[in-house]
């Protein structure tokens, strides 16, 4: 479908396909725009749902349900890389789908993934494809051990993946993963987590946000640090490389790249994924940047012209999972911003909130 190239007015309503805390943000984003945003989420109790007044709770493939949310909104984007295919498919023969089907297709299937990426010789971990036992056996004799078996759709979080250092643990950990097919990637032994929060618009402009050093724990996101203690020619890379996938996806909106940094005499970098959507490691954009990754999607898919990422101060964002957020009054300070999702449970895991603080 050939997309419309003026931007849209304001008071155009976009719609957003998730109700988690990414789609509450870029919601309030929106808003500061006069752009009405209209969130389609099954579930009754989304986060996002406390900020605008336009929803749609439904299920994904209820197709009068989607059919109506496309008669409501000018535009329609995603907070979550899951978004059924066929939900894409339906709702972008009816609107303006951005990002695109493709960036869906691509960033929900992790072979998929892997093979565009290498067909654009962006640097991957060695892979393989696992289907059977076979395959994996054939897989961990290419690769060595230790490996990672991970699945191909559906892992977020250190969600769907084991790392396998024994022969005798594969069968376990094929076993135990699902859906299949699987892939083995070969075990990096980075140095550091880093990542690039991107925009390209309409126009093709692109501007990229400064290379977040990110620590996880539990296999959830705990900081990003922002500048990353890399070497300036290392973060260039990083932000070239991120240049690279949203050109070649043609890409409309913000997307999240993260990468290995693997040391040695030049540390160089590897992609572990992209998200095509704003990325828990840009929230420090909101307390530091003039135009925030919020808004810069917004814009984005808005087909506005971009905003300016530049960053005004150093920052570190930290993430309340579950109980952290109860503590949260009395761990604020002057330098602080906090950002809760008004989500009623702090269930263990749950992402409940954010602090980014100022380093002055
Ligand atoms: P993922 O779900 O692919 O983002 O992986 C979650 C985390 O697991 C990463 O942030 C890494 O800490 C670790 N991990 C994933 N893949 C590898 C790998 N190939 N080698 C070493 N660690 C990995």
Not at 301 to 318: H, K, S, Y
Request: hydrophobic share 45%.
């Amino acid at each position: 479908m050939s997309q419309p190239l003026s931007p849209l007015p304001p008071g155009s309503t976009i719609g957003i396909l998730g109700g988690g805390q990414l789609g509450r943000m870029l919601s309030l984003a929106a808003s500061r725009l006069g752009l009405r945003t209209h969130i389609y989420c099954p579930d009754p109790a989304s986060p996002a749902f406390e900020v605008t007044p336009h929803r749609t709770i439904a299920a994904y493939d209820d197709e009068k349900a989607l059919a109506a949310f496309a008669e409501a909104v000018d535009v329609v984007t995603y907070e979550f890389e899951n978004v059924p295919a066929a939900t894409a498919e339906f709702l972008a023969t009816r609107k303006p789908l951005r990002p695109g089907a493709n960036a869906l297709a691509i960033s929900q299937d992790r072979l998929a993934e892997k093979r565009f990426l290498s067909s654009k010789n962006i640097p991957l971990a060695p892979w393989r494809p696992v289907e059977s036992l076979t395959d994996l056996a054939a897989a961990m004799a290419d690769l060595g051990l230790p490996a990672v078996l991970k699945t191909t759709r559906l892992g977020y979080d250190g969600k769907g993946q084991r790392v396998i250092r024994a022969a005798d643990e594969a069968e376990a950990a094929f076993a135990a993963l699902d859906p299949h097919p699987l892939v083995l990637e070969g075990f990096m032994p980075f140095e550091k987590e880093i990542s690039v929060v991107i925009a390209r618009n309409g126009a093709g402009e692109v501007r990229a946000y400064d290379v977040a050093e990110n620590v996880h724990r539990d296999h959830i996101l705990f900081t990003s640090t922002v500048p990353a203690d890399i070497a300036p020619g290392l973060a260039r890379q990083a932000a070239m490389l991120a240049k690279v996938i949203v050109v070649a996806l043609d890409y409309v909106g913000v997307l999240g790249v993260e990468f290995f940094v693997i040391p040695g005499e030049r540390p160089s970098l590897v992609v572990n994924e992209i998200a095509p959507r704003v990325h828990n490691s840009g929230h420090w954009t909101e307390a530091v940047c003039l135009t925030d990754q919020f808004e810069q999607h917004i814009r984005a898919v808005a087909l506005w012209p971009l905003g300016d990422p530049a960053r005004m101060a150093d920052v570190v964002m930290e993430n309340l999972i579950g109980d952290d957020v109860l503590a949260l009054p009395a761990r604020l300070d002057g330098d602080s911003q906090p950002h809760l999702y008004g989500k009623a449970e702090p269930r263990p895991g749950r992402k409940m909130g954010h602090i980014n603080r100022i380093r002055r």
